[in-house]
C-alpha cells in the first residue's frame, strides 16, 4: 500500500472543517503502472470545502486492504473517508462488498442522489455501486474510479456531508 502520512492534528469537526482520508482503489494504481488521477481530483474537491487532508493511500482491489486502510484511517481521526474507484462491475470491483462487511449502517440516499443526477450525464450511471456508510465514527463514501465522475458525485452530496460527519462523530445537531 501507498501511503501518504500527514501531519497528525486532532479530527476537526466543528464548524465546516472535517479531517479526510481519501484512498484510490486500483490494482493498477497501487502497483505503479497507472498514475492516480482520482485521488487528486478529490484532495482538491475536499479542500475547496475548506476540509483539511490527514491521509492519503493508493490500495489495490482487494477487500481485507480496503478495510484495513478505511479503519486505519478512522483511527487517525478522519471524520470523512472518500474511496476512488471498484465501484463498478467488474470482476475486481469489490469496494461496496468490503464496506458493507465493516460498516455500522448504509446511508442509500447518497448512492440513490449520486446514480440519479450521474444518469443526466451518462446512462452508464445505472452500473454504479457507489455508496455511503457508517464505519466505526467516519462517513465513508464510496466514488466512482473515473476521476470526473468522482468530482461530479462528490458534488452532488457534498452539501449533506457536514451533517452525516457529525451524525457519525455522535455529536448534537440540531436535529
Given amino acids: 500500500m501507498k501511503k501518504k502520512q500527514h501531519p497528525s492534528t486532532p479530527s476537526l469537526q466543528h464548524s465546516n472543517h472535517i479531517a479526510v482520508g481519501i484512498i484510490t482503489i486500483s490494482d493498477r494504481a497501487s502497483a505503479g503502472q497507472y498514475e492516480d488521477l482520482g485521488g487528486p481530483v478529490l484532495k482538491e474537491a475536499a479542500q475547496k470545502n475548506g476540509w ?6 493508493i490500495v489495490p482491489d482487494d477487500a ?14 478522519c471524520a470523512l473517508i472518500l474511496t476512488t474507484g471498484g465501484t463498478g462491475i467488474g470482476p475486481r ?10 460498516m455500522r449502517v448504509e446511508i442509500p440516499g447518497f448512492g440513490e442522489v449520486m446514480r440519479a443526477e450521474s444518469m443526466k450525464i451518462t446512462p452508464n450511471s445505472i452500473l454504479s455501486r457507489s ?10 463514501i ?8 468522482a468530482a461530479e458525485c462528490f458534488g452532488f452530496v457534498s452539501g449533506a456531508i457536514p451533517h452525516a460527519v457529525a451524525l457519525a ?5 440540531s436535529c
Fill in 52 to 57: 483539511q487532508v490527514l491521509s492519503e493511500a
Fill in 64 to 77: 481485507e486492504r480496503i478495510q484495513e486502510t478505511i479503519r486505519s484511517f478512522s483511527q487517525q481521526g
Fill in 93 to 102: 470491483d469489490v469496494t461496496p462488498e468490503a464496506i458493507r462487511a465493516v
Fill in 131 to 140: 455508496l455511503a456508510a457508517i464505519v466505526d465514527l467516519s462517513l465513508v
Fill in 142 to 149: 464510496a466514488l466512482p474510479g473515473k476521476p470526473s465522475a
Fill in 169 to 173: 462523530q455522535r455529536k448534537p445537531t
